[in-house]
């Protein structure tokens, strides 16, 4: 069971998105038990940057390269709504269904979500 939960679910330019990568590498460099989970519109935050185009979350590739960090869940229904298959995207995830996707946010221990305007703990 994941102690801290981290839920994306913005556009790879929002602001929301690039915060919360950096709180989840920090997490992830001080050995805390992270998921990264990743619904609606912030799917596309793990779809590689068309060459010369700006990258500001080029950084998450370092997460299983670096810290050996692969806990990537993604919502199935967002994915498909978005037209994307796990091929399509720059690390490796775990496609999961929404409910699935709600007992892994239910069983850890702090959640932190990344909304449009807010930070939202539980």
Known sequence: ???????????????????????LM???SL?????ACYEGNAVWQLVPVADGQPDPLKKIQMLPDLFDFTDFYVCAESLAQAELNAADLRVPVQIVPRSELNQILSASQHLIRFNQSDLCLK
């Not at 069971?1 to 919360?20: C, D, E, T, W, Y």
């Not at 050995?31 to 998921?35: R, T």
């Open 1 to 23: 069971m994941a102690k801290i939960a981290f839920v994306f679910n913005q556009l790879p330019l929002h602001a929301s998105a690039r915060q919360g990568l950096d709180m």
């Open 26 to 28: 920090m997490a992830v």
């Open 31 to 35: 050995d805390q038990a992270c998921v």
